[in-house]
């Protein structure tokens, strides 16, 4: 009796177990409800689960579930120090560890490992072997599955290269290549790599150099588009290069750039910032966004970080006048949004003392990153005390680390 019943219960799991299979509305809602991790472990159960997790479709469900950036890397390197990488976790009560420890095609007589791009949970990387030379690797790391590929070289030397990807339009990547052209040398070029065709193609025709346009840092995708400054981007699907009209963001001033400076410009969850200051009360953040359309700005934030420098007052420069845009040492790393309106946060760092969490909400802060006096004090003991003064982070030398199910 003990042995039919098990039998029973044996054969009622596996009925239960085809019936999930087969029925493709229950397991999507059974796999929506799942982490980042376990569904990229289950994307290994099946082809058909693998296509139905990868499929924009279940992408654009699982929004209500997406986590937005969870913590950022920062990303440092001189002329005479080998590039330097840490993760900060954006959780207060529980940090999360650090995604990886080291870089998967890292080997032990490796040439400089540098982050590009962040990209909805993609990393750009590249190896230099050397500084004077066109002679680099790029490759396209997911930190979440730490698994990645080495892109094909495309024609010509490398000038820089962007990452494009967009999970809730395609499960594809596109990686935009800036070189110089082979046919004619005084000239760039445009090539184009999809993920899908895994090829490189040549893209319109070659154009003058511009010195405006290096494809190296501080690039920014949005909205099918990659944003070269707040003024200028390639757009995708016309592949071209556009220029837009610069902000207004002085109601209605002649731009002045002896009065006015825009300190960010970056995405975050789907949505396009620039942060704007007047030299006459630099602890003003004026936050715009970008209206989904494209067309315009408008301002969504107004914060004033006065409380910020009490609390840290060693930011001050003195020695400065007090309209100087340097007078404070503190830089805008990221806008980060979250799921709700009252989740967004600030991410800044006051170099040599901390990172820090600024809540737009309650208008609060909070470390997330103690270089002062803290657990990490030794980032600068990494660096000479020389190089140590000028380790500052910035909004192109940090990148999001986002959750992501890509799987190759």
């Not at 689960?49 to 469900?61: A, D, Q, V």
């Not at 950022?72 to 900060?88: A, D, G, M, R």
Request: net charge neutral.
């Amino acid at each position: 009796m003990p042995h039919s019943r098990k039998k029973t219960i044996t054969s009622r799991s596996i009925f239960s177990a085809n019936v999930v299979f087969s029925n493709e509305g229950l397991l999507t809602e059974i796999l929506l409800r799942l982490p980042v991790k376990s569904l990229v472990q289950c994307k290994c159960i099946s082809k058909k689960w693998r296509s139905l997790i990868s499929s924009p479709h279940f992408t654009r469900l699982r929004i209500p579930y997406f986590s937005p950036a969870r913590g950022i890397f920062l990303y440092h390197s001189s002329f005479f120090t080998n590039p330097f990488h840490k993760f900060v976790s954006f959780n207060l009560e529980n940090p999360i560890p650090t995604p990886f420890l080291k870089f998967p095609f890292a080997q032990h007589d490796s040439p400089k490992i540098f982050i590009m791009q962040s990209c909805n949970g993609l990393l750009l990387c590249c190896t230099k072997h050397n500084p004077f030379t066109f002679n680099e690797d790029y490759y396209i790391f997911n930190p979440t599955t730490r698994q990645f590929i080495t892109l094909p070289r495309p024609g010509g030397d490398v000038i820089g290269m962007s990452l494009a990807f967009d999970p809730w339009k395609s499960p594809h990547y596109k990686v935009i290549c800036l070189r110089i052209s082979e046919l004619e040398p005084e000239n760039d070029q445009i090539e184009i790599y999809s993920s899908e065709s895994k090829k490189w193609r040549v893209s319109g025709p070659s154009f003058p150099k511009r010195y405006d346009i290096s494809f190296r840092h501080g690039l920014v995708y949005w909205n099918g588009a990659i944003y070269v400054s707040y003024i200028k981007r390639f757009n995708l699907e016309q592949e071209k290069f556009e220029i837009f009209p610069m902000p207004n963001c002085f109601d209605g001033q002649e731009w002045d750039k002896e009065d006015h400076r825009i300190i960010y410009f970056g995405e975050s969850y789907g949505y396009l910032h620039l942060i704007q200051v007047n030299r006459q009360k630099l602890t003003l953040y004026n936050i715009y966004e970008k209206k989904n359309d494209g067309t315009e700005w408008f301002l969504k934030y107004e914060v004033n970080v006065e409380d910020v420098v009490s609390g840290y007052p060693r930011m001050i420069r003195r020695y400065l006048e007090p309209t100087d845009f340097h007078y404070y040492a503190m830089a805008v790393v990221n806008v980060v949004r979250g799921e709700k309106e009252e989740d967004t946060f600030l991410v800044l760092h006051i170099p040599e003392l901390a990172i820090l969490r600024y809540n737009l909400a309650d208008k609060s802060f909070h470390m997330l990153c103690d270089f002062d006096r803290g657990q990490d004090k030794g980032i600068l003991e990494e660096f000479d005390e020389e190089l140590a003064v000028c380790l500052h982070f910035h909004s192109s030398s940090t990148y999001q680390y986002i959750e992501s199910t890509y799987y190759w």
